[in-house]
């Protein structure tokens, strides 16, 4: 008997058992039908004042990622080519605490890692728009960043009034040049960045942010939770030179500010100015948002999904031990070894196609209806989108294959779902239930086959963005293929195990 007819038969095998189909119809419609009971059931609105109203977007840069655009911009307009020189002398700045008396505020002086100031050449005032800066920064030294994900490293250090670093920002129609000197003398380039697109007038200038000051707690068990506090930095900017085509005057834009019920601004930014000397104070960051939630949580029902492709897989071959057809099936085909990977297809392929239907069908539609209930989710790309719903799909299926191998290996069906249930859904909740230490989730969703939910991990992390990333926040330690690889191995493994057993003994 060929492979083809083997794989036939194990077909016919799955689909003329009603309750297998059945199975495989609650794997779909458990993805579709938790994930949309989700979005529906969710909801939010923003006060203004006494009245309730839908909560903003968060802007979108260039390429259609949301993010943060909030910062302090002293800037003029530049119209064609030009060059900005600025010496930044020092960065200082203020963080609030947790109260320590009631009611007594606790602001201390200090500036978070990734505050920064520096020149800025950005295609409008608008949030969103295109830009590119050179910045010296709390702790991460130099850098060059555009576009919001873009990020280059010059040299390392603070900046004091014993060290100043000086700063230049070069625009050639779409091309922007980044430099730094200690001396103002002997220049060193620190990255390039073109910019699909950009206006032939610009805004170039003077800016200051400073993100939310990210401090974690941890709980008895020794999980952790984060939290962000108001920070401020406070540049001081002098021998600033503009070359080019501007107007010489400079405009203060406070972009991004948000304003209490009163029509006040919320923590606004400023500028103190004597003479040529600079003092730019701002709050907020320039970065890509990843505080939003993901598409990745409209498969809340994947879970359950997984638990039940477990049961079907493990029976799909513990049902003939139980009832003594295995022998029947391996004198129909005396190669054993075939039979289990025609098994493995099958069941396979069954539990992908239902997770890629149910996938499919629950990640648009209910990021619509979270939308239209007034809860953002972070955009991605279609080819992002595709991974996530085919990954869903993918963990289904090959968890499906790593049950069926335990089942072939135990031969009884209770202890192989148990087994599966340990090694696949345990380790998952464990990790991502911010239960555990944080360097434990992350060994476990390294080695374990639950490593293969990576793949369905929309926002990667980012250097230059402040944030706790740990499973617990959706960040797990493998990247996604890197993730769904180890779940492959281990389905792998334990398949080829479950073969060596069956060409040992039939029973």
């Given at each position: 008997?060929?492979?083809?007819?083997?794989?036939?038969?194990e077909w016919t095998k799955l689909r003329t058992v009603r309750g297998w189909v059945a199975g495989m119809a609650v794997v779909c419609f458990a993805v579709v039908g938790l994930g949309l009971l989700f979005a529906t059931g969710s909801h939010s609105s923003c006060s203004r004042g006494p009245v309730e109203?839908?909560?903003?977007?968060?802007?979108?840069?260039?390429?259609?990622?949301a993010v943060d655009d909030r910062f302090y911009f002293v800037s003029m307009p530049l119209n064609g080519n030009g060059v900005i020189t600025a010496r930044v002398g020092s960065m200082t700045g203020?963080?609030?605490?947790?109260?320590?008396t009631l009611g007594v505020r606790n602001v201390v002086s200090g500036v978070v890692p990734w505050a920064k100031a520096g020149l800025m050449v950005k295609a409008s005032t608008e949030q969103g728009a295109s830009y590119a800066a050179v910045m010296v920064t709390g702790a991460h030294g130099?850098?060059?960043?555009?576009?919001?994900?873009?990020?280059?490293?010059?040299?390392?250090?603070?900046?004091?009034?014993?060290?100043?670093?000086?700063?230049r920002l070069s625009?050639?129609?779409?091309t922007i040049v980044g430099e730094e000197s200690s001396d103002g003398k002997r220049w060193t380039r620190v990255g390039t960045a073109r910019l699909a697109g950009l206006p032939a007038t610009v805004r170039v200038g003077l800016f200051a942010a400073s993100p939310p000051d990210v401090r974690v707690e941890t709980n008895p068990l020794g999980g952790t939770a984060t939290a962000g506090r108001f920070s401020e930095v406070a540049a001081l900017m002098d021998q600033v030179t503009v070359g080019g085509a501007t107007s010489g005057k400079w405009q203060q834009n406070d972009i991004g500010v948000e304003y209490d019920a009163d029509g006040t601004p919320h923590h606004p930014g400023g500028l103190a100015r004597n003479g040529g000397t600079f003092a730019v104070t701002g709050t907020g960051d320039?970065?890509?948002?990843?505080?939003?939630?993901?598409?990745e949580r409209t498969l809340t029902g994947s879970l359950i999904a997984l638990v039940v492709a477990i049961v079907v897989a493990v029976l799909f071959v513990t049902a003939e031990y139980r009832r003594g057809l295995i022998r029947t099936t391996l004198l129909a085909s005396p190669r054993r070894g075939r039979v289990l990977v025609a098994k493995a297809a099958v069941v396979g392929a069954a539990t992908f196609a239902a997770g890629l239907v149910g996938a499919g069908v629950t990640v648009p539609l209910a990021v619509r209806i979270l939308r239209g209930n007034g809860i953002f989710t972070l955009p991605v790309s279609t080819l992002t989108e595709l991974r996530v719903i085919a990954g869903a799909a993918g963990v289904l299926a090959v968890s499906a294959v790593l049950a069926l191998a335990l089942g072939a290996l135990f031969r009884r069906s209770a202890p192989a779902v148990i087994a599966a249930i340990v090694v696949l859904v345990v380790p998952y909740v464990l990790g991502t239930a911010s239960i555990l230490p944080d360097e434990v989730s992350r060994w476990l969703l390294r080695l374990t086959p639950a490593a293969g939910f990576a793949i369905q991990q929309s926002v990667p992390e980012y250097e230059q963005v402040i944030s706790h990333y740990v499973p617990a926040m959706g960040y797990f330690p493998l990247p996604p293929w890197g993730g769904f690889a180890v779940l492959c191995a281990w389905a792998a493994v334990a398949l080829g195990l479950a073969v060596r057993r069956l060409n040992g003994r039939d029973a």
């Open positions: 008997m060929s492979f083809r007819h083997v794989l036939l038969a109203v839908p909560c903003p977007e968060p802007p979108t840069g260039p390429d259609g990622t203020r963080i609030r605490l947790p109260d320590a130099v850098r060059m960043q555009h576009d919001f994900t873009q990020d280059v490293a010059g040299s390392p250090g603070k900046v004091s009034a014993e060290s100043p670093r000086w700063l625009r050639e129609r779409d320039i970065a890509p948002n990843t505080a939003e939630g993901t598409v």
